[in-house]
Every structure is written in C-alpha cells, then in structure tokens.
C-alpha cells in the first residue's frame, strides 16, 4: 500500500485540481457575463486566472514545502504545455481566427513574460556568481508586470471591446456563482497540495529529479483545465477565449503564479532549466510566426498539427537528456 500511495495521492489529486477548476470557471465565468464582461477580457483575466489557479495552488504548496524544482518546473512546463499542447489541440479541432489586438499586444506581452524569466532567473549567474534565484525582489518585478496586464485587462474593458458577445453563455443566479467559485478554490487547494506530496515522493522513489516532474507529470496535470477550457471553446467556435485562455494563463502563471511563489520563499534556480526557458521563448516566437503563415491572424490545423509535433519531440528531448 505504501508503494502505490502516491501514485493514487497524485491521481487524487488531478481529480480535484480539474473538478476544482470546472467549478471556478463556469461560477466565475458566470458570474462576470452577468456583470457583461467581453469575451476577450473574459478569456484574458476570468478564465485564464481560473484554469490557472492549479498551477498557483500547486506552487504555494510546493514554495511552502522547500520544493523549487517544481515550483519552477511546473511554470515553464505548464507555460510549454499551454502553446504547444493545447492550442494544437485546439487548432486541430477547430482553425483559430484572433483579432488583430491579440496577435500585437497579448501573444507579445506573453513572450515578454517568457524573456523577463530569463533574465531575472540568470541576473547572478550574468553578474559572475556560480549560482542564481529568482529571488523575492525578481518576485514583486513579475507582480508589477502583472499590475500592467491587469490595467491593460481593465482598458479593454472600459472601452467596451467586443461586448457584443457578452451576452452569450448560461447566466446562472449569482449566489450559486459565488459558492461555485468558492468550492473551486477548496477543491484547488487540496488537490494542489496532494499533487506536490505525490509528486515529491514519486521523485525520491524512481530518482527522478524534482524539475523534471514538475516540467511534465505536474506541469501536464495542472494544465488540464486549460486544455478542456480552449478544446471546447474551439468546438464551439468560441476563439477568442480559447486564444486568451492561453496567452493570460502563460502571463498569469509566470509574472503571478512564479512571482507570489518567489515572494514566499526565493526559489534556486537549477542551470538546466535554461533549456526550459529557452523553449517557452521558442514556442511563443513560433506562435507569433504562425499569425502570419497559411491564413493571416489564424493558427490553421496543420499548424496546430506542427505545435503539437514539437511538443511531443520536446518531451522525448528532456526525458532522454535527464536520464543521461
């Protein structure tokens, strides 16, 4: 029994994590129709910030518990996962059409974030030091950017972009939304927490090292609820929060999810993880190509079909190298 704990531990608590954020999102996303948020804004903060709370319960708990691999792992994995796994998923499904303001601003800011990882990640080891963190100053950086996004989230609103589509979508009564919202967080919280315990003694039984667990079996689990979130947008031919769902999650997860986890306790940061981020600066620079090949300002199929190729040799690339 004590073998196989942890395993069930970890399924447990992906269960939760994707249950958990079901209910956040619909009582959330619920909640700001009837207050007749946009789509966009709704996909960018609303949604975003819902499927991505795995990824910022899992950190805290792992911050808390002296975990940084995988506080550092989970984000870059999550944020490689996000484009190169969900949105082929959803590309695949259905072509992506973005507006013009996504494909100049927010898939920019996104890459932004990616660069602005690597540089305060590495600002010791480029000073000479033989080490370096992301240290609580690197942190309250990344929560400013996040204030930026957040005001430029907040003008979109107020000069009422794409309000049209406001109105689409269930209107549940709005107490149900709030307990909604709350019994997501719950589930969160402790799915988040049984996924770092399983996750950590997975790692010490099988030798594995703590980034690599966080760069796929966490960084995949917690990503779920993105991947459901913009493969049923797509479905439902609802592009703008399947695109924004990803490129706010990808900005959410590093400049808050990493910056409240550095704030909390400075996280070591491993020289291989370079790699990592050099990859999620990759896979945004191949996003912000694909709006201009095949059909401008659209991911078709067989570029969604190229993200996920890349994906998959990715992984095959991390998993070999650590085990050599």
Request: proline share 3%.
């Amino acid at each position: 029994m004590n073998a196989i704990w942890p395993y069930l531990l970890l399924t447990a608590g992906f269960v939760l994590l994707v249950k958990g954020a079901g209910w956040l999102v619909e009582g959330a996303s619920a909640f700001a129709r009837r207050l007749r948020i946009s789509d966009l804004v709704v996909g960018l903060t609303v949604v975003a910030f819902g499927t991505s709370m795995p990824e910022l319960f899992v950190n805290v708990a792992a911050s808390l518990n002296g975990s940084s691999g995988i506080a550092v792992g989970n984000v870059l994995g999550s944020t490689i996962a996000n484009i190169l796994l969900i949105l082929g998923v959803a590309a695949v499904i259905c072509p992506l059409r973005v507006e013009r303001g996504t494909v100049w601003r927010e898939i920019p800011f996104s890459l932004l974030a990616a660069l602005a990882l690597g540089i305060l990640a590495n600002d010791r080891i480029i000073d000479g030091w033989a080490y370096s963190d992301i240290s609580r100053s690197d942190g309250l950086v990344f929560l400013l950017f996040f204030a930026v996004f957040l005001y430029y989230s907040a003008s979109i609103a107020r000069n009422g972009a794409g309000m049209e589509s406001s109105a689409s979508g269930e209107k549940r009564p709005m107490p149900l939304s709030i307990l909604m919202i709350g019994g997501g967080l719950a589930g969160l919280a402790l799915g988040g927490k049984w996924i770092v315990d399983g996750a950590v003694e997975i790692a010490r039984v099988m030798g594995m090292s703590e980034t690599l667990v966080g760069l796929t079996i966490v960084a995949v689990g917690t990503s779920l609820p993105e991947l459901a979130t913009s493969a049923v947008a797509a479905w439902r031919r609802n592009l703008e929060i399947a695109v924004g769902n990803v490129v706010g999650s990808n900005i959410f997860n590093i400049f808050f999810v990493l910056g409240i986890s550095s704030v909390i306790r400075p996280l070591p940061f491993q020289r291989e993880c370079n790699l990592d981020i050099g990859m999620a600066i990759l896979a945004s620079l191949v996003l912000f190509s694909t709006m201009f090949t095949g059909r401008r300002h659209s991911l078709d199929r067989w570029e969604g079909g190229f993200l996920l190729g890349i994906y998959v040799l990715y992984l095959i690339w991390r998993i070999q190298m650590t085990g050599s």
